[in-house]
């Protein structure tokens, strides 16, 4: 589901879904939610949701959301919430 608003508000949506099945069944899903918009406010908004599973059923799981505001008043807010979990399954 991707929507794109150019020129005039320059705001970019983007969500993307993403599954992959690399080696050894190893899996990788990845989910974005993206929302930029630029030049009037020059303000940035990501927010990502990835969850990667590999070798060993090693599990990771991390959640970011950022908030970039630039230019105008030279502020840049970052705020990191990431949560791993390693689990061997044998």
């Not at 150019?6 to 993206?34: G, L």
């Not at 303000?43 to 630039?70: G, K, P, R, S, V």
Request: hydrophobic fraction near 35%; proline fraction near 0%.
């Amino acid at each position: 589901m991707i929507t794109m608003i150019t020129h005039d508000n320059q705001a970019t949506e983007c969500a993307y879904m993403i599954t992959m099945i690399t080696h050894d069944n190893q899996a990788t899903e990845c989910a974005y939610m993206i929302t930029t918009i630029t030049h009037d406010n020059q303000a940035t908004e990501c927010a990502y949701m990835i969850t990667t599973i590999t070798h060993d059923n090693q599990a990771t799981e991390c959640a970011y959301m950022i908030t970039t505001i630039t230019h105008d008043n030279q502020a840049t807010e970052c705020a990191y919430m990431i949560t791993t979990i390693t689990i061997t399954i044998k």
